[in-house]
């Protein structure tokens, strides 16, 4: 599994989201923003994300996940910033 199929995943998993995924070797840092989390706690956020990626994670795939979550809206300030 790479970057590149994890973002795939997750951008058919969620609608109209951003992904942007690093790390590799099973062990990935995931950012996404999507107003599909607005709203939701940051746990809920958390489990939209781990059931795009669940199968993988059970098949060993993936070993480790770190995210940041944004809304959309989020995302555009964090950017300004960065």
Known sequence: ????????????????????????????????ASDAFAGLSPVKKQQLVYACLNEQIKDGSIHAVTMQLHTLEEWAKAKRFM
């Open 1 to 32: 599994m790479d970057s590149d199929q994890v973002k795939n995943l997750i951008e058919a998993g969620i609608d109209d989201c951003e992904v942007i995924v690093e790390g590799g070797e099973s062990k990935y840092q995931v950012t996404v």
